[in-house]
T-cell receptor, first 117, second 118 residues
Framework: AQSVAQPEDQVNVAEGNPLTVKCTYS??????LFWYVQYPNRGLQFLLK??????LVKGSYGFEAEFNKSQTSFHLKKPSALVSDSALYFC???????????????FGKGTMLLVSP | EAGVAQSPRYKIIEKRQSVAFWCNPI?????LYWYQQILGQGPKLLIQ????????DSQLPKDRFSAERLKGVDSTLKIQPAKLEDSAVYLC????????????????FGPGTRLTVL
């Protein structure tokens, strides 16, 4: 089965500094990877995805993620953090059921990002 | 376009009571998902519908949880009877395409229902 790991429960960064939220994956075959963000009392919002192509993927709100096949990583990055970026971030991998052919998402446990003023 | 709608947003019940959640997906989305998100964990898929048929309910505790998708649009998730460990946020999501190796599986999530079981 596919899986993702988010090794950090929380990441703290000062506003204006670059941020990185880590994610590593374990898949059989080509990975389809996603990042979602969850603000308090809100559902998950899609940030970006990697399916194929350029290893640097650009997404919403100035976020980007770097796919690294050799390190099986898909870290989320932003050059300059904002206080409003403070939220819970989830990495996810697509999983395909070999019997039905239907796909689902398997999520990591999430990383809380706190950006201080 | 309107997003995924869920109700209620919050529910508090006592153990052994029953509860039902409602979800209205994005118009035209054939695939609907119910997730359980326990505090401190990522969302866990409970059940996936393609139109009005179930394609994956392997992680649904069928002794107490049930779900249906009426006419392939709205869906309800029911818990009967509830246990303390069912306290969680229940998220509904939909996508326009959930199957096939080339599908991107982009899912759109509702705001969730926060269930507290006392």
């Amino acid at each position: 089965a596919q899986s993702v790991a988010q090794p950090e429960d929380q990441v703290n960064v000062a506003e204006g500094n670059p941020l990185t939220v880590k994610c590593t994956y374990s898949v059989s075959g080509n990975p389809y990877l996603f990042w979602y963000v969850q603000y308090p009392n809100r559902g998950l919002q899609f940030l970006l995805k990697y399916i194929t192509g350029d290893n640097l993927v650009k997404g919403s709100y100035g976020f980007e993620a770097e796919f690294n096949k050799s390190q099986t990583s898909f870290h989320l990055k932003k050059p300059s953090a904002l206080v409003s970026d403070s939220a819970l971030y989830f990495c996810a991998v697509r999983d395909i059921d070999v019997n039905s052919g239907y796909s689902t998402l398997t999520f990591g446990k999430g990383t809380m990002l706190l950006v201080s003023p | 376009e309107a997003g995924v709608a869920q109700s209620p947003r919050y529910k508090i019940i006592e153990k052994r009571q029953s509860v039902a959640f409602w979800c209205n997906p994005i118009s035209g989305h054939a695939t609907l998902y119910w997730y359980q998100q326990i505090l401190g964990q990522g969302p866990k898929l409970l059940i996936q519908f393609q139109n009005n048929g179930v394609v994956d309910d392997s992680q649904l505790p069928k002794d107490r949880f049930s779900a249906e998708r009426l006419k392939g649009v709205d869906s309800t998730l029911k818990i009967q009877p509830a246990k303390l460990e069912d306290s969680a946020v229940y998220l509904c999501a939909s996508s326009s395409r959930g199957q096939g190796p080339t599908g991107s599986s982009l899912q759109f999530f509702g705001p969730g229902t926060r269930l507290t079981v006392l």
